[in-house]
């Protein structure tokens, strides 16, 4: 079982922001200011990228006077899986994780949409790339949060030069710290040349993410999603649209391959993550995707998601983890 070295506050804080603005984290066992969690400069994760993450979401519902934490038990299940393909695990279960995360949210107050950050990292200093016989340890954090990509205007997105990591070479469908720098590649290149995201090709050319979303089109009434297969992040928010577009819009949801063109004719084309949340794109490459607008369905899926992760649908409350 986790435990905590230091005493607990006295008192519940109810949602109430603390009466000082310093925002805890959970490092190395305890509950400590960010602002004194620190990694040693030989720290093996910070010299070779040897961590995985998860990003996690917790929405606040003014009505209700909650923060709801997202989908809390599949982001730790995954980050458990993760964990175990780069010879890590976490420090307690999925469901130990969740009570852990909860704790630092209820101690932080937060009563505005937040952004959670676990991650496991080899902790040993050393020089030398491997992934064996090293220490790792655990961390969390949490910050206030707010939109990642702008949901509401559609964004422009370029087919950059730059290849998803293949499965061969770095597994996509693990969270892997240094994998993200081929995501810093392409999201760059996009926005150096004027665009506001990045769409990256597998090596084999086929249409696989954003620089860190998953990705759909919409052609002919059916929503379209390339498989796991393509070397894509197994997204825990493209998992949710699925299900919504099923249940809530009586869409056929299909995964198979995308070419790169048929993005240029597609009806619509979405992307979708916990930071992107559900972002319609306009234009890719520049040209326009259906009539260069958000188009119906991706602004349907975006309100459905929003009220969803908010409270307001109760087909989906089980999503969600009070907070308060």
């Not at 602002?35 to 979401?57: K, N, P, Q, S, W």
């Not at 852990?100 to 080899?122: A, H, W």
């Not at 759909?216 to 894509?232: A, E, K, Q």
């Not at 040209?287 to 309100?303: F, K, T």
């Amino acid at each position: 079982m986790l435990t905590d070295k230091r005493a607990r506050p006295t008192g519940d804080t109810g949602g109430s922001l603390p009466a000082e603005r310093t925002v805890l984290c959970y490092f190395e066992g305890e509950f400590v200011p960010l602002a004194d969690a620190r990694l040693g400069i030989m720290t093996h994760a910070v010299l070779y990228g040897t961590a995985i993450f998860e990003g996690i979401r917790a929405y606040w519902n003014e009505d209700e006077g909650q923060l709801f934490g997202l989908k809390l038990l599949e982001h730790y299940q995954r980050m458990a899986k993760s964990a175990g393909v780069m010879f890590m695990d976490l420090p307690g279960t999925p469901e130990e994780m969740v009570e852990l995360t909860i704790d630092l949210l209820r101690r932080n107050g937060f009563r505005e949409d937040t952004y959670v950050r676990p991650s496991v990292y080899k902790s040993t200093e050393a020089i030398g790339v491997r992934l064996h016989n090293l220490e790792h340890r655990f961390l969390v954090f949490c910050l206030p949060f707010g939109d990642y990509i702008d949901t509401t205007r559609g964004i422009k997105a370029q087919t950059v030069s730059w290849r998803r990591n293949s499965d061969l070479s770095i597994p996509a469908r693990s969270k892997i710290v240094g994998a993200y720098v081929n995501s810093a590649f392409a999201k760059t290149e996009a926005q150096l040349n004027g665009y506001d995201e990045a769409i990256v090709l597998t090596l084999d050319g086929h249409a696989s993410e954003g620089s860190a979303e998953n990705l759909f089109m919409v052609r002919d009434g059916l929503l379209v999603t390339p498989p796991v297969t393509d070397d894509i992040l197994e997204g825990i928010t493209r998992t949710a649209l699925m299900e919504i577009a099923r249940n809530e819009m009586g869409l056929d949801v299909v995964e198979r391959q995308i070419d790169r063109t048929e993005l240029y004719v597609a009806d619509e084309v979405l992307l979708c993550g916990t930071g992107a949340q559900v972002s319609p794109v306009i234009s890719i490459d520049h040209r326009a995707v259906g009539a260069g607008r958000i188009g119906p369905i991706g602004a349907r899926l975006r309100d459905l998601y929003f009220d969803a992760v908010r409270g307001r649908l109760p087909a989906y409350r089980h999503w969600l983890t009070p907070v308060y």
